[in-house]
T-cell receptor, first 115, second 113 residues
Framework: GAGVSQSPRYKVAKRGQDVALRCDPISGHVSLFWYQQALGQGPEFLTY????????KSGLPSDRFFAERPEGSVSTLKIQRTQQEDSAVYLC?????????????FGSGTRLTVV | GNSVTQMEGPVTLSEEAFLTINCTYT??????LFWYVQYPGEGLQLLLK?????DKGSNKGFEATYRKETTSFHLEKGSVQVSDSAVYFCALSATGANSKLTFGKGITLSVRP
C-alpha cells in the first residue's frame, strides 16, 4: 500500500481483556518497529523486526506484551490482561532497510483505552 | 543511555514570527538526529535530519544544525505560518543496524493568524 496501515484506529478494552493491534507496513519494507506513546509524551520504543525475525524486544514493558511478524510483512502486537497503564497510542513504523538515517514511515496509530 | 530533552511547551506565535524550538541530546558515539512533526489527526512525519556534526538539515523553511560541541539540534524557522501548527518531536538514532529512535517529549506549536 501507499502507507503504513494500522487497525483498529481506536480500541476500548475492559481491564483484564486481551487485545491485538495490527500493522500493515509498506510493501517490501524490511524493518518494522512498534512504539508506545503515552498522552503528552514522545513515542517510546517497544520492539523491532527485520523481516520475520524479532531482533530487539528490549522495550516491551512486561511479559503481557507480545509481538509477531510471522511472514515478514504484517505484524501484530498483542497485549494480554490489559491494565489501565497500557492506555496509549501504539505506533508502527517501517522502512526499506534498518537505516534510521533515512527516517521511517509511521502509521497513524491505534489509540488504546483501558477502562 | 540515550536521551533527548526538548524545551517545555506549548508555544504560541503569531503568523510570520521567528521560531526556535530547543533540543539537546545525550548519546554515546555519533547519533543521527531528526525532527518529526505530527499534524492534527495525522501520523508522525519526518521533517528533517542530520547525520553528522555540523550538518544542517532543512525542509519546508525549517532548519536545524547538528552541534556536537553543545549536543544540540535546535529547530528554527524564519517566518511561521498557521499551517505549521503541529506537535514537533526531536529524536535521535544511535549508530548501528538496529536504528531505533529515541524521542523527546514533543512540543505543541500553535500559530495564530
Amino acid at each position: 500500500g501507499a502507507g503504513v496501515s494500522q487497525s483498529p484506529r481506536y480500541k476500548v478494552a475492559k481491564r483484564g481483556q486481551d487485545v491485538a493491534l495490527r500493522c500493515d507496513p509498506i510493501s517490501g519494507h524490511v524493518s518494522l518497529f512498534w512504539y508506545q506513546q503515552a498522552l503528552g509524551q514522545g513515542p517510546e520504543f517497544l520492539t523491532y523486526f527485520q523481516n520475520e525475525a524479532q531482533l530487539d524486544k528490549s522495550g516491551l514493558p512486561s511479559d503481557r506484551f507480545f509481538a509477531e511478524r510471522p511472514e515478514g510483512s504484517v505484524s501484530t502486537l498483542k497485549i494480554q490482561r490489559t491494565q489501565q497503564e497500557d492506555s496509549a497510542v501504539y505506533l508502527c513504523a517501517s522502512s526499506f532497510r534498518g537505516q534510521g538515517v533515512n527516517g521511517y514511515t509511521f502509521g497513524s496509530g491505534t489509540r488504546l483505552t483501558v477502562v | 543511555g540515550n536521551s533527548v530533552t526538548q524545551m517545555e511547551g506549548p508555544v504560541t506565535l503569531s503568523e510570520e514570527a521567528f521560531l526556535t524550538i530547543n533540543c539537546t541530546y545525550t548519546a554515546t558515539g555519533y547519533p543521527s538526529l531528526f525532527w518529526y512533526v505530527q499534524y492534527p489527526g495525522e501520523g508522525l512525519q519526518l521533517l528533517l535530519k542530520a547525520t553528522k556534526a555540523d550538518d544542517k538539515g532543512s525542509n519546508k523553511g525549517f532548519e536545524a544544525t547538528y552541534r556536537k560541541e553543545t549536543t544540540s539540534f535546535h529547530l528554527e524557522k524564519g517566518s511561521v505560518q498557521v499551517s505549521d501548527s503541529a506537535v514537533y518531536f526531536c529524536a535521535l538514532s544511535a549508530t548501528g543496524a538496529n536504528s531505533k529512535l529515541t524521542f523527546g517529549k514533543g512540543i505543541t506549536l500553535s500559530v495564530r493568524p
